[in-house]
T-cell receptor, first 113, second 114 residues
Framework: KNQVEQSPQSLIILEGKNCTLQ??????????LRWYKQDTGRGPVSLTI?????NTKSNGRYTATLDADTKQSSLHITASQLSDSASYIC????????????FGAGTRLFVKA | KAGVTQTPRYLIKTRGQQVTLSCSPI?????VSWYQQTPGQGLQFLFE???????NKGNFPGRFSGRQFSNSRSEMNVSTLELGDSALYLC?????????????FGPGTRLTVL
């Protein structure tokens, strides 16, 4: 069964600290993996897209890694800011005839001053 | 460049009614996708349109339908509304393919079914 699991469900960190969010998937055959940031009441914003051959991709203070062998991805946030408080959603696409898109439930990040 | 716009932003309907939501993609984008987001189920893919044709479809009943016009604008229709259809409906556009290109989301339409 195609699944995307994210951990932790929620996380509280102090401003300026780093954190890492996890995404494990069983989606097959794998096409790409994306990380999105969603502020409350807004649409998601794309952070990174990675295909099978990409191990790391950065977008400012956000760095995503992908291990296609273990089917794991992580999103590392460096020097967190209050504006990083949001939900972070991992999305995996599979090419299976057409395309399937499976969403993780998200990690809710709270950055405190 | 203007972003993805969705209208209306908020909508209240009663069970059994039907509703039409509208999405205008970023200029030049040809792919438009629709998603449903609820607290219980999270984000779920509804369908993708490209060049006025439905290219991909999620696992939703036939009450959910959509279309795309020649200017890439898209509409989504839900007939015979149920309480469980209450959700945030998000539209996203991309240059060519939702599956591989960066997607840009609109602010969503918040639908409440009473």
């Amino acid at each position: 069964k195609n699944q995307v699991e994210q951990s932790p469900q929620s996380l509280i960190i102090l401003e300026g600290k780093n954190c890492t969010l996890q995404c494990n998937y069983t989606v097959s055959p794998f096409s790409n993996l994306r990380w999105y940031k969603q502020d409350t009441g807004r649409g998601p914003v794309s952070l990174t897209i990675m295909t099978f051959s990409e191990n790391t991709k950065s977008n400012g203070r956000y760095t995503a890694t992908l291990d296609a062998d273990t089917k794991q991805s992580s999103l590392h946030i460096t020097a967190s800011q209050l504006s990083d408080s949001a939900s972070y959603i991992c999305v995996v696409s599979a090419r299976d005839g057409g395309f399937k898109t499976i969403f993780g439930a998200g990690t809710r990040l709270f950055v405190k001053a | 460049k203007a972003g993805v716009t969705q209208t209306p932003r908020y909508l209240i309907k009663t069970r059994g009614q039907q509703v039409t939501l509208s999405c205008s993609p970023i200029s030049g984008h040809r792919s438009v996708s629709w998603y449903q987001q609820t607290p219980g189920q999270g984000l779920q893919f509804l369908f993708e349109y490209f060049s006025e044709t439905q290219r991909n479809k999620g696992n939703f009943p036939g009450r959910f339908s959509g279309r795309q016009f020649s200017n890439s604008r898209s509409e989504m229709n839900v007939s015979t509304l149920e309480l469980g259809d209450s959700a945030l409906y998000l539209c996203a556009s991309s240059l060519e393919a939702a599956s591989t290109d960066t997607q840009y989301f609109g602010p969503g339409t918040r639908l409440t079914v009473l």
